[in-house]
């Protein structure tokens, strides 16, 4: 098979929209492409409804971007486009531009298992106009469906609270790299393994597993399914219970468990992947402790998600596993994350940065403008704000007000003096090298786990949550305020005329 080949180990520098390239192209043609410009990546909603975000996939930018060079077979490619009268579509001069085109930009980000919020740059571009344009649709790509994951996942596991949740996701993934990438975000949002044997080899993922219903159905009888599967096994038998009875399953399954215990060794538990959860855990629990079994663990799978598995908490379900696959893999009641990547600044021919706006009829949708960055003041341990500012202004230690940007009324004074503060934004890239070292996907875990912690669970509930807060430094919010007039105004004169 050439897939895994041709995408992983080939050049991805083409997995970008065909409108990049084009533009690209104009502002090579125009004499703009090295002109300095600052983009940034966001998003401007939490997914699922949630009251947080959790970010995925930087490790993928920094692959990226480390190999970021148009290979000789891609620039033929290029060069054998023809547009509708025949002619080819790129110059050969863009052609050899791109040919000795190094990735020369500055790019910042946060780093990977932070919890994060709307408008706050995710990853921030700073470099030649056509590089940075260049760059957004595979930024896009990679951290829209990573964080995406990563976050459905820190849902799933919060839910879980604390209990293990496997990712059984694979067979149902959006194809190879949406399960690879996925199994990788879902462990960054605290599954404990994967199913996915290739994630296991790729990322150093735990993987685990139990059986199949096929497994029973090969035999006669559900014990000489389970009897033989102990036989291959004997030290990691989970039996999956609910081929034909469950509770007959259950029966079989303490039944193998106590020959193995005669041989000296212990069944792990056993799966249930239909009926009523709760009703079955709790039979199942209440039989194999009666059977001397009170540490053998009970698995629960079949369409889960954070709702039910919290739901079946409510209802004192005995689950001491939860296997999760479609509805984590594929973020089901959300299949994107909305992130955007817009320009906020452009350096004019004097080497002045002028800031940029582009309106918007939903306010929510204007951009914040500038050279920014992003400061979280915590107290004890626990975050209180997040703060978006310009990287040149001075913030006064002893009060500063921040302003929702969807929301100019909501506002909260800060006393940075009282606060431990931490800079979200961290160098990755200089001049096009990285200068960043990945943390083993192990740290990001534990990154995450940390972050969260550091957050009230009423931002974390499942529904309703209560808002963070997050908001412009008045000086940025004043800047947006401003342009957004001057250019209310223009489009208003234009109009007149
Ligand atoms: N106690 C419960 N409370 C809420 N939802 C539950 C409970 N028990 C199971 N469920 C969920 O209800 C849904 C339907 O499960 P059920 O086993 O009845 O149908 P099914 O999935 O069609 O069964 P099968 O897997 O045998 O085809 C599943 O998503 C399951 O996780
Ligand atoms: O339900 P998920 O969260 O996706 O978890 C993975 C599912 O995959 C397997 O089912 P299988 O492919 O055999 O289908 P079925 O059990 O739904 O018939 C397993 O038994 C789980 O039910
Ligand atoms: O190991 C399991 O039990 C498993 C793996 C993938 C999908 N469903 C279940």
């Not at 990049?20 to 043609?29: C, E, G, H, P, S």
């Not at 595979?138 to 990573?146: G, H, K």
């Not at 497994?215 to 389970?226: G, N, P, Y």
Request: hydrophobic letters at 40%; proline letters at 4%.
């Amino acid at each position: 098979m050439k897939i895994t080949k041709d995408l992983y180990q080939g050049s991805l520098t083409l997995l970008t929209d065909f409108y990049q390239l084009t533009m690209a192209y104009a502002y090579w043609k125009s004499g703009k492409g090295e002109q300095e410009a600052i983009f940034n990546l966001f998003f401007r909603k939490h997914p699922f409804q949630g009251g947080f975000t959790l970010t995925a996939g930087l490790d993928y930018v920094i692959d990226y971007l480390d190999n970021f060079k148009f290979k000789k077979e891609d620039l033929q490619y290029l060069g054998e486009m023809k547009a509708k009268d025949g002619s080819a579509v790129f110059e050969e001069g863009f052609l050899d531009y791109l040919d000795n085109l190094q990735f020369s930009c500055d790019i910042e980000a946060i780093e990977e298992g932070t919890v994060v919020f709307p408008n706050m740059p995710l990853i921030r571009v700073k470099g030649p106009l056509i590089q940075c344009q260049l760059l957004e649709t595979p930024l896009l790509n990679i951290i829209n469906f990573q964080t995406l994951i990563a976050t459905k996942a820190a849902r799933v596991n919060l839910a879980a609270k604390g209990a293990p949740v496997l990712e059984f996701g694979l067979r149902r993934a959006q194809g190879i790299d949406g399960a690879l990438a996925a199994s990788r975000a879902s462990f960054i949002g605290g599954c404990s393994s994967t199913s996915n044997v290739m994630a296991g080899k790729l990322f150093g993922i735990p993987v685990s597993g139990t059986h199949a219903h096929s497994w029973i159905m090969s035999f006669e009888t559900e014990l000489e399914a389970f009897e033989a599967y102990a036989d291959a096994f004997p030290d990691q038998c989970i039996f999956l219970v609910d081929t034909y009875d469950t509770i007959n399953g259950i029966k079989n399954a303490i039944k193998v468990g106590l020959v193995l215990r005669a041989k000296g060794k212990e069944m792990m538990g056993i799966r249930i992947d239909s009926g009523d959860l709760t009703y079955f855990s709790n039979k199942a629990r209440q039989m194999l402790d009666e059977a001397g079994f009170p540490d053998a663990k009970i698995v629960a799978s079949n369409d889960l998600d954070e709702h039910l598995i919290s739901s079946l908490n409510t209802q004192e379900a005995s689950i001491d596993i939860w296997g999760v696959g479609t509805k984590l893999v594929t973020a089901f009641d959300q299949p994107a994350l909305g992130a955007v990547y817009k320009l906020s600044a452009i350096k004019d021919e004097t080497g002045e940065w002028v800031p940029k706006i582009k309106l918007s009829q939903q306010s929510l949708k204007i951009n914040i403008p500038g050279a920014h960055r992003v400061r979280r003041y915590s107290s004890n341990g626990k975050a209180v704000a997040d703060m978006i500012y310009l990287e040149n202004q001075e913030i006064n230690p002893r009060g500063t007000v921040i302003i929702d940007p969807s929301d100019p009324t909501r506002r909260k004074r800060i006393m940075p003096a009282f606060y431990q503060e931490e800079e979200l934004l961290i160098p990755i890239f200089k001049g096009g090298k990285v200068i960043y070292k990945s943390p083993s996907l192990l740290d990001i875990k534990e990154r995450a786990k940390c972050q969260l912690a550091a957050f009230d669970s009423s931002h974390k509930r499942l529904v309703n949550p209560h808002l963070y807060p997050v908001g412009l430094e008045e000086n940025l919010h004043h800047l947006r305020m401003e342009l957004v007039l001057k250019a209310k105004k223009f489009e208003n004169e234009k109009d007149e005329f």
